[in-house]
């Protein structure tokens, strides 16, 4: 069975501060990684996906992660955040038997000025 | 391009009544997954559906359901419910089946007195 762990589940952060929010995963065959982004009374917005090639992916709004296989991990990075990156964001994984993506539980954004 | 819509935006319902709720994909889409998000349990895979079949479903009670039409626009169906059932239903869309990237629509907010 496949799982995903986010570590933190708030993070708080200055505006134009670094930002990492980590993901790890469980799975016993090839997976697919994604992050997307939930603003407030919104559904869920992709920033961006792991599918295969090179395991540092850039994304939407000045995201980027990178695939670690042999620490499960995907982490979410961005070098300097602003106060409209406030928001949570999901880390999901999938594999290629079918449409259904897991998540992990959330990791709350929260710049400050 | 037209996003994913989703109808009713709210809606409120009363213990022991039925709901349907509806979702019209990204045009050219022809998977629809539904996900239930809750405070308490964050994000679950409620099912999926590829040209009008359903080709995987998470672990719901058999009260919810869902179909799929020739046009790809999906409904599912929650008899008989439950205050447990207050949460936003998301639904998904995606061009291919399985590893594809999922697009949201904005959600419905179901609340159950």
């Known amino acids: 069975a496949q799982s995903v762990t986010q570590l933190d589940s708030q993070v708080p952060v200055f505006e134009e501060a670094p930002v990492e929010l980590r993901c790890n995963y469980s799975s016993s065959v090839s997976v697919y990684l994604f992050w997307y982004v939930q603003y407030p009374n919104q559904g869920l917005q992709l920033l961006l996906k792991y599918l295969s090639g090179s395991t540092l992916v850039k994304g939407i709004n000045g995201f980027e992660a990178e695939f670690n296989k042999s620490q499960t991990s995907f982490h979410l990075r961005k070098p300097s955040v602003h106060i409209s990156d406030t928001a949570e964001y999901f880390c999901a994984v999938t594999n290629n038997q079918g449409g259904k993506l897991i998540f992990g539980q959330g990791t709350e954004l929260s710049v400050k000025p | 391009k037209a996003g994913v819509t989703q109808t009713p935006r709210y809606l409120i319902k009363t213990r022991g009544q039925q709901v349907t709720l509806s979702c019209s994909p990204i045009s050219g889409h022809r998977s629809v997954s539904w996900y239930q998000q809750t405070p308490g349990q964050g994000l679950q895979f409620l099912f999926e559906?590829?040209?009008?079949?359903?080709?995987n479903k998470g672990n719901f009670p058999g009260r919810f359901s869902g179909r799929q039409f020739s046009n790809s626009r999906s409904e599912m169906n929650v008899s008989t419910l439950e205050l447990g059932d207050s949460a936003l239903y998301l639904c998904?869309?995606?061009?291919?089946?399985?590893?594809?990237?999922?697009?949201f629509g904005p959600g419905t907010r179901l609340t159950v007195t």
């Open positions: 998904a869309s995606s061009f291919l089946q399985g590893a594809d990237e999922q697009y």
């Open positions: 559906y590829f040209s009008e079949t359903q080709r």
